[in-house]
C-alpha cells in the first residue's frame, strides 16, 4: 500500500529536463523524514538513485538530482538520455518508522 | 563487496505459510547501525515495504502485514528470514531482500539488494 503519491508516467525528448513529484503527508516526509530515489529498469532490481533528499551514491550522474520541500519531494532528470527510460520510486518512512514506497514512475524517452 | 541473494519456494498454495531466506556477504548484521529488510513487488506493480531488522533486533513491519510477517535474522549463518503466513494469490510478487545501514540519519535507505525472487501463489 503506496502512501507516497506520484506521476504515473512522464515522458520528454533526449536532453530535455524532467522532473517526478513524490507526495506525501505530515507522518512521513513532512515530519522531517529523508526520502530517497531508486531506478528500476526493466526486468532488474530496484538501484539506489538519490539518498537522504538529494545525496547522490558513487558512480551516479550528476544529471539525476533530488530536493524535498514540506510533504514533497521532487527527482529531476536533465540531459535526458535513452537508458534512463525506467520505473523510479520514491521512499520514505513514517512516524513509527516503517518504511513506505511511492506509486512509482514510468519515464519515457521519446 | 556487498551481496544479498533471496531464496524460497517458488510457488505456495492459499493458506500456506512463505518462508524466505536472504543469504548475504561483505557485510556483518552484528555491526551497529546495519539492517537487512525485505520489500516485494507484484507482477506489472509498485514496491511495497514489507519488513525491517537491525543489528540489535529491532524489528519493523508494514502496518497492513504486521499481522502476518515475522522476521528473523542468524548472525552466524549471515541469513535473515521471512515468514509470512495465510498466503493469498494477491500475495504473488517479486521478493527482494536489501541492506541498509543507519549512519548520519535514522531512516536510511536500501543501498544493496538481491535480484529477488518470485513467488506465486497458487492452487
Known amino acids: 500500500q503506496s502512501v507516497l503519491t506520484q506521476p504515473p508516467s512522464v515522458s520528454g525528448a533526449p536532453g530535455q529536463r524532467v522532473t517526478i513529484s513524490c507526495t506525501g503527508s505530515s507522518s512521513n516526509i513532512g515530519a522531517g523524514y529523508d526520502v530517497h530515489w531508486y531506478q528500476q529498469l526493466p526486468g532488474t532490481a530496484p538501484k539506489l538513485l538519490i539518498y537522504?533528499?538529494?545525496n547522490r551514491p558513487s558512480g551516479v550522474p550528476d544529471r539525476f538530482s533530488g530536493s524535498k520541500s514540506g510533504t514533497s519531494a521532487s527527482l529531476a532528470i536533465t540531459g535526458l538520455q535513452a537508458e534512463d527510460e525506467a520505473d523510479y520510486y520514491c521512499q520514505s518512512y513514517d512516524s513509527s518508522l516503517q518504511g513506505v514506497f511511492g506509486t512509482g514512475t514510468k519515464v519515457t524517452v521519446l | 563487496q556487498i551481496t544479498l541473494k533471496e531464496s524460497g519456494p517458488t510457488l505456495v498454495k492459499p493458506t500456506q505459510t512463505l518462508t524466505l531466506t536472504c543469504t548475504f556477504s561483505g557485510f556483518s548484521l552484528s555491526t551497529s547501525g546495519v539492517g537487512v529488510g525485505w520489500i516485494r513487488q507484484p507482477p506489472g506493480k509498485a514496491l511495497e515495504w514489507l519488513a525491517l531488522i537491525y543489528w540489535d533486533d529491532d524489528k519493523r513491519y508494514s502496518p497492513s502485514l504486521k499481522s502476518r510477517l515475522t522476521i528473523t535474522k542468524d548472525t552466524s549463518k549471515n541469513q535473515v528470514v521471512l515468514t509470512m503466513t495465510n498466503m493469498d494469490p494477491v500475495d504473488t510478487a517479486t521478493y527482494y531482500c536489501?541492506?541498509?545501514?543507519?549512519?548520519?540519519?535514522?531512516?536510511?535507505?536500501?543501498?544493496?539488494w538481491g535480484q529477488g525472487t518470485l513467488v506465486t501463489v497458487s492452487s
Open positions: 537522504g533528499n538529494s
Open positions: 536489501a541492506h541498509t545501514v543507519e549512519m548520519a540519519t535514522i531512516t536510511p535507505p536500501f543501498d544493496y
